[in-house]
């Protein structure tokens, strides 16, 4: 092979780039001829990935819904992905408007993707081996997803993540996070209503995670998306893409992905005279809902009827679904 001008500046980069390790170039070039060659199933760990379904019963449908789950987590890693990048870029120096659409608009392409394919556990699993197999995950409990909380930290100021019978009051004064943490909306999800008690479930995760959260509250709090919103210009801000981007993520997270979780929930758990509790004792009914937790990472950016009717309209086209299907 003649070796020309164009391989011979690239054998120099290579040259000048193995130098920096202490090694020549020969050795690299010797290990690249010994190396086998790349495989699809070795790159992406398939054999690994395959073997991480182990359900905890014999019931079929169960490994169903933990492959679906992990599906789950996979997106949100994705979110966070691009959210991090973001940040990162928001201390070095401000990101332009073309990458922060960019971002979101690939994010919002994940959460549309997780709203619709949630069909699959909603009408992939039969009743009644779910209602039997979900016994043995107690405590266990999608609750537990500490990615999906990290997304709402990077997403917004944490004083939108109170929960809204305190907000306000925090909204007039000056907290710190950790004050703000021990009113942070979902643990009102997890404790027992007639005692206030916090069940296992949110036990468990806030030994887990809650020093994470509160740290990663802290270094989101200048880089957060709504920060980086506020670094653009005045007439960037008002760019109708983008401002339609920061809507639809707030929708998606907030209002299209909890409902449809909802609606899963229903399928599965909602019955007469009472509904049947979470695996994590959570109370879903309450939880889920956002017109009851009014949860809007960019209030800024909605009219106030919009918020008032947050969710309602979801809601209530879920319900009246549910109602014709049993009829």
Do not use: C
């Not at 020549?24 to 760990?45: F, K, M, R």
């Not at 401000?94 to 392409?109: A, C, Q």
């Not at 939108?160 to 009113?183: C, P, Q, S, T, W």
């Amino acid at each position: 092979m003649d070796i020309t001008p164009e391989i011979k500046e690239r054998i120099d980069k290579l040259a000048e780039k193995y130098h920096a390790s202490g090694q020549e170039l020969l050795a690299y070039l010797d290990g690249l001829l010994y190396a086998d060659y790349n495989t699809y199933w070795d790159y992406i760990h398939l054999d690994t990935l395959l073997s991480l379904q182990t359900p905890r019963t014999s019931i079929p449908d169960e490994e169903i819904f933990i492959m679906y789950h992990q599906v789950t987590e996979l997106y949100f890693k994705l979110s966070l992905h691009e959210i991090k990048q973001l940040a990162a870029l928001s201390k070095e120096q401000k990101p332009g408007m073309d990458i922060v659409k960019t971002k979101l608009i690939r994010i919002n392409r994940y959460f549309s993707a997780l709203t619709h394919s949630f069909g699959v556990m909603e009408k992939g699993m039969e009743r009644e081996q779910f209602l039997k197999f979900r016994m043995s995950l107690i405590p266990a409990s999608g609750f537990q997803s500490a990615q999906y909380r990290m997304i709402e930290i990077g997403a917004t100021d944490f004083i939108n993540l109170v929960d809204k019978e305190v907000r306000e009051g925090f909204r007039n004064k000056e907290a710190n996070i950790e004050e703000m943490y021990h009113y942070v909306y979902w643990k009102k999800g997890a404790t027992l209503a007639d005692s206030g008690e916090k069940t296992l479930t949110l036990r468990q995760f806030e030994k887990k995670y809650s020093d994470n959260l509160i740290r990663l509250a802290k270094e989101y709090k200048e880089s957060n998306l709504w920060k980086i919103y506020q670094q653009l210009s005045e007439e960037e801000q008002n760019d109708p893409k983008l401002k339609g981007a920061y809507r639809s993520f707030d929708l998606n997270v907030n209002v299209n992905w909890p409902l449809q979780h909802y609606r899963t929930a229903a399928a599965y758990l909602a019955q007469r005279p009472n509904d049947i509790l979470s695996t994590g004792g959570t109370n879903w009914q309450k939880y889920l809902p956002p017109r009851f937790q009014k949860r809007i990472f960019y209030p800024e950016l909605w009219s106030d009827k919009e918020k008032e009717e947050w969710g309602k309209a979801w809601v209530q086209s879920v319900l009246d679904e549910i109602k014709q299907n049993r009829s």
